[in-house]
């Protein structure tokens, strides 16, 4: 077990570096660069902002640079926004996509696990068909219907909440649900769907039939193949959300880390791109190896070839 | 309703009005009739003003800007030798109170006022100003926007390397309160770049100090009426009164909030329940209802929307084709039924600048003329018209899409002629138009001085910002004239005679002036719109509403 | 009957436009922003075109959007997994290698850095769509054909000298089909939602073609003051999404009883 994780991590730290390493070349192969602007620099200012930049330099040197420095934990200084490194633009920006992202990713969980404990009691009663309809409604609602919609109803029609901006809690109010419904839906229909096939199975009946009372049935073997399901699936969903939302923040303007995903690459600022890219990864491949761990440790008997995900 | 293309204008007004559904019924009522403000009007309970800016500037340090976003917050946070006049832009004193121009217009005496001081307290000198001007012309800055001074003396040769001692620029401090600059040739609108963001002051003391990370919250110290407070990336900048200001008591607002909100919806939402006050650039798609409001006000500015036509390549290497296709526009319909922000039909590069140039009238609308011309050229009907590109990139608005949609159809309407659209995003479009990869592409250009010189200087080589591949001899000549001429009027002269050769040949198809418009809340006094969407907010003030 | 019923609806999306000669890119400036009336039922947008039309034109792209790159990642998916899974060893580690690395790239990022390359076109963006989509049909089939590989049937193929592709093609697709025509519906509404995103950050399909996404772009600016152009689209993209999510359900139960068998999706 010990071993397995180890080589995991190995694994995924060499998927780590391969991340950085394609970014690295694939930025450099979009055309246009950072300081290309619609009034034309001079050619020698041009110059002169590659070198500071240290973007003269042959390719591999620069890319030995940039491992180096990143080695040293710099990120480097953003080409769009001089006088401002990497690191300082994201961690200005992680709380808040954290925060919100957390909270969301709470709230969806208690709701979707909630509503999952409330139907399985009773399968096929008209609770779970219809909790199982409204759920599948939210589900497809993505932010960009229900961002502006909610906006449309609780801000401009009933004035009840902030349009955006982050002038208090009241403020997150709208920003948490938008995230939070699509996310509990499909949470509690992995719970409900995986308890289902679980209390379908003949061993469930069977330890029915012995006078094993359900509820502790479904605390104790139940749950946990519900959970797997969940994992792995809400694994890359939290490291997306963690790191911001792109529509939320666009919306709501919350001033977050998702919109550097879009921005940075629009700008082509080299830097704040590779900060964002190990941002992500890191916190994404983090997840999916705690995801991994929980797998194991929730079923040992797993085939080491299903571990994959 | 199945003829592609255009419907004829005509007049009317919404049809269907009365079977509308109950969504509609709801909006209708929250709408108010003309005349009315738009949203929220109970006047705020503090001093602050929230301005909308559009989008995170990218410094905050003059001598690296080179952008609107950055010089609205740089209008308040500094002062040059003079300043704008918030309405007719006309240069006031600022920190010199009075300038004097030799005889020959070559040699300006700035007198600056002995109570200047930086917001630490520490006195604002000539020396200051030399400083800052030298730091943006030296090659290692790098800035964006050092060819602004090469109006100096030798500035040129020094930001390119040529010329490395800093003594021969023209630009000298007699004394404290005293800065002579010299310049390489008479411009009448010196004093107008002397209180452009670029040409401000920036503190030496504080720059030795902390290096790049002098304009964080804190370490930022300025010369303006307002101060640097908080600066939370993406979030917020917020400025308050800075009492070492000068003239502190003409200064009302405590405190201006910049936000840096790109989203037009959310803005406009914002607008409407009164938690911006102010903001700038009207979203297009709003227009219609929103000009009738008294929140909205536009003027014209010194800016020209245009399509460039690349003449190496067929069909438009022919200036008749690009004739027939700038008289197939009807920009009138552009302008007031798509646009309608106040923009101008334009059918010169230059716009008018009054009391000082005014353009050759250029073509006009005849599509019957445009249909000759393309028959003439080979094209009878728009028949084996080559495929055309029109080249747009994308932008946080629709804008260049929605007119570029209006032209596709009045060009199919009018000649017959299917031109593709094709979008790209903004840093692969202007590779595409640096290495002139394209057909048709769209462009601005906004003037930095009242002077044909801004606009018409472009033309004189093939790539920088012309890129059309075209030069011409006679257009040259005529600009190199009224560029080293002294004598205003044959100056002018000049730039018309270039002006008419550039618009014969359209290598450029003017479309329209820009309009600078914006969204004022009733509380607000001293914000005007003017020609270069320039608003110092200094004087500005917040009335409350009486009940 | 269900099933019928859902393909109708679509069958009528995708000819609709046709039947009824609407025009979606006719301009008619003077109407610019016109409500919703007895001519126009959705109104007119901000250049006059007819709004009803935008959207049903619009619905049909984001649905043929979302079937064309479905297809691209379940074809790329279910060849990429059963491959993998059927090798083994050393190939196996590296192709899921290779899938874990595409994996972890920010999805935004890869696409405006495909889109830069070259002009906008519906190809390229069903393309770059369904290019990100087939890393988790990879990883669900590739699990589905290790444990398929051991049965018997294939063992007993393999043992009577039949080659890999054979074995693959005859033996181990016909056993995955179940699952990977659950996974493709389910895949559906993830693609189309995400193709409404790019739209919405207006690097969606090029003018004048306009996608659902694109025209909640739209909406979303005009909010304040003409709700409906963001409702009517909004309302038919929330629509298609429910039935294809529906239909997906229905074909989940009725083909197979996974478990854990899951829609999957990138959240924003």
């Not at chain 2, 009448?188 to 401000?200: E, G, R, S």
């Not at chain 3, 495909?114 to 989509?133: E, K, M, N």
């Amino acid at each position: 077990m010990i071993r397995r994780m180890v080589q995991r991590l190995l694994s995924t730290l060499l998927v780590l570096f391969c991340i950085v390493s394609a970014t690295f070349f694939l930025v450099r192969l979009a055309p246009g660069g950072p300081f290309d602007t619609e009034r034309a620099l001079p050619p020698e200012t041009r110059a002169l902002l590659m070198k500071q930049y240290g973007l003269d330099l042959p390719l591999h040197e620069q890319y030995i640079r940039y491992l180096d420095n990143l080695l040293h934990g710099d990120f480097g200084t953003s080409m769009k926004y001089p006088g401002k490194s990497v690191s300082e633009i994201l961690f200005e920006g992680l709380p808040y996509s954290a925060g919100l992202g957390g909270l969301a990713l709470m709230s969806a969980i208690l709701a979707g696990a909630g509503m999952a404990w409330l139907t399985v009691r009773r399968p096929e009663g008209s609770a779970d068909r219809w909790m199982v309809r409204i759920s599948l409604v939210f589900l497809s609602l993505p932010g960009i219907i229900i961002a502006p919609l909610s906006v449309l109803v609780f801000s401009l029609w009933l004035g009840l909440l902030p349009a955006g901006l982050l002038e208090g809690p009241e403020h997150l109010i709208l920003p948490v649900i938008s995230l939070a419904l699509p996310l509990a839906a499909r949470i509690f229909l992995l719970m409900r769907d995986s308890v289902r096939t679980q209390s379908a199975g003949t061993w469930f009946r069977a330890a029915i039939g012995r006078g094993i009372p359900p509820s502790a049935l479904y605390l104790r073997h139940v749950l946990r193949h519900a959970l797997a399901p969940v994992a792995a699936f809400l694994a890359p969903a939290s490291a997306a959300l963690l790191t911001g939302s792109i529509v939320i923040e666009t919306v709501f303007i919350l001033p977050g880390t998702g919109r550097h995903f879009i921005q940075a690459a629009l700008n082509r600022d080299l830097t704040l791109i590779l900060g964002t890219v190990i941002l992500y990864s890191t916190i994404l491949l983090l997840f999916n190896f705690l995801a991994d761990i929980i797998l194991m440790l929730l079923d040992p008997a797993r085939e080491k070839s299903e571990g994959t995900a | 309703m199945n003829v592609p293309g255009l419907k004829a204008a005509a007049p009317g007004g919404w049809p269907g009005l009365g079977a509308c559904s109950i969504v509609l019924s709801i909006v209708v009522a929250c709408c108010s009739p003309q005349g009315e403000w738009f949203g929220v009007t109970e006047a705020p309970r503090s001093e602050t003003l929230v301005v909308n800016n559009g989008t995170e500037p990218e410094t905050l340090d003059p001598g690296l800007m080179n952008g609107s976003i950055e010089g609205h917050i740089a209008f308040n946070l500094f002062e040059g030798l003079t300043r704008f006049d918030p309405k007719t832009l006309e240069p006031l004193p600022g920190v010199a109170t009075n300038w004097r121009v030799s005889d020959d217009g070559l040699e300006w005496t700035f007198f600056l006022r002995k109570t200047a001081r930086w917001s630490d307290g520490r006195p604002l000198t000539s020396h200051d100003f030399a400083w800052s001007w030298i730091r943006l012309l030296a090659p290692q800055t790098a800035a964006r926007y050092a060819s602004f001074l090469f109006l100096i003396k030798n500035a040129e040769a020094y930001n390119l390397g040529s010329l490395t001692n800093q003594q021969e620029i023209g630009i000298r401090c007699p004394d404290d309160h005293t800065l002579v600059v010299t310049l390489v040739r008479p411009a009448p609108y010196f004093a107008f770049m002397t209180a452009f963001y670029v040409t401000m002051p920036v503190p030496r003391h504080s720059i030795e100090r902390h290096g790049s990370r002098w304009t964080a919250p804190g370490n930022l110290v300025s010369n303006g009426p307002f101060v640097l407070a908080t600066w939370q990336m993406h979030r917020k900048i917020e400025l308050v009164k800075n009492p070492q200001y000068h003239e502190a008591d003409q200064v009302f607002l405590k405190k201006i909030i910049f936000l840096p909100i790109e989203d037009t919806g959310t803005v406009l939402n914002l607008y409407r329940r009164g938690d911006i006050d102010l903001l700038f650039d009207v979203p297009l798609e709003l227009y219609s209802w929103l000009r009738t409001r008294r929140d909205f006000s536009t003027t014209p500015g010194w800016g020209v929307y245009y399509y460039k036509f690349n003449i190496s390549r067929k069909p438009l290497d022919d200036v008749r084709v690009r004739r027939a296709l700038s008289l197939a526009i009807d920009r009138k319909r552009l302008t007031s039924d798509l646009l309608g922000q106040g923009q101008v039909p334009a059918f010169s590069f230059t716009p008018p600048i009054p009391g000082v140039y005014a353009p050759p009238e250029g073509t006009g609308y005849d599509p019957d003329t445009a249909r000759r011309l393309l028959a003439e050229a080979g094209y009878p009907d728009g028949n084996g018209f080559p495929p055309v590109q029109i080249l747009y990139n994308t932008i946080a608005t629709d804008f260049h899409k929605h007119v570029a949609e209006v032209l596709q159809a009045m060009w199919k309407q009018e000649l017959g002629i299917h031109l593709g659209l094709e979008i790209q995003e903004w840093k692969t479009y202007l590779k595409s138009i640096e290495n002139r990869e394209y057909d048709i592409a769209r462009a601005g250009w906004v003037g930095d001085f009242p002077d044909p010189g801004t606009f018409l200087d472009l033309f004189l080589q093939p790539d920088g910002n012309n890129n059309t591949g075209w030069t011409h001899a006679d257009y040259s000549k005529h600009v190199v004239n009224a560029l080293s001429d002294k004598d205003q009027a044959s100056r002018m002269r000049s730039f018309y005679r270039a002006e008419s050769v550039l618009m014969d040949e359209l290598p450029v198809m003017p479309v329209f002036f820009y309009a600078f418009s914006m969204l004022k809340k009733p509380w607000i006094e001293g914000v005007y719109e003017n020609q270069q969407d320039i608003h110092p907010l200094r004087s500005v003030r917040i009335r409350r509403a009486r009940k | 009957m269900k099933y019928f019923l859902t393909a109708c609806a679509f069958l009528v999306c995708m000819l609709l436009p046709e039947i009824l000669a609407l025009s979606a890119v006719e301009l008619d400036l003077t109407n610019g922003n016109a409500p919703p009336g007895l001519s126009h039922p959705f109104g007119q947008d901000l250049k006059g075109r007819d709004l009803f039309a935008r959207v049903i034109h619009g619905a049909r792209l984001s649905l043929m959007i979302g079937l064309a790159a479905t297809l691209v990642s379940c074809t790329i998916g279910t060849f990429w997994g059963a491959v993998a899974g059927f090798r083994g060893g050393k190939t196996d580690a590296i192709m899921m290698r290779i899938v874990d690395f595409l994996f972890g790239l920010p999805f935004m990022f890869v696409v405006i850095i495909v889109l830069s390359f070259s002009g906008r076109s519906v190809v390229l963006l069903f393309l770059v769509l369904g290019l990100i989509h087939w890393l988790t049909m990879a990883r669900v089939i590739r699990a589905e054909v290790v444990l398929l590989k051991h049965r018997e049937f294939v063992q007993a193929a393999r043992a009577t000298g039949c080659s890999t592709w054979r074995i693959l093609v005859r033996h181990i697709l016909p056993n995955i089909s179940d699952t990977v025509i659950v996974y493709m519906t389910f895949t559906i509404p993830g693609v189309i939602l995400e193709e409404a995103f790019l739209s919405f950050l207006g690097l969606g399909v090029p003018a004048p073609d306009a996608s659902l996404g694109t025209l909640v772009r739209e909406g979303i600016v005009t909010l304040s003051v003409h709700p409906w152009q963001l409702a009517f689209p909004a309302a038919f993209l929330l629509m298609i999404i429910f039935s294809v999510n529906i239909l997906a359900r229905r074909i989940q139960h009725s083909l197979t009883a996974h478990s854990g068998m899951t829609a999957s999706g990138i959240n924003h």
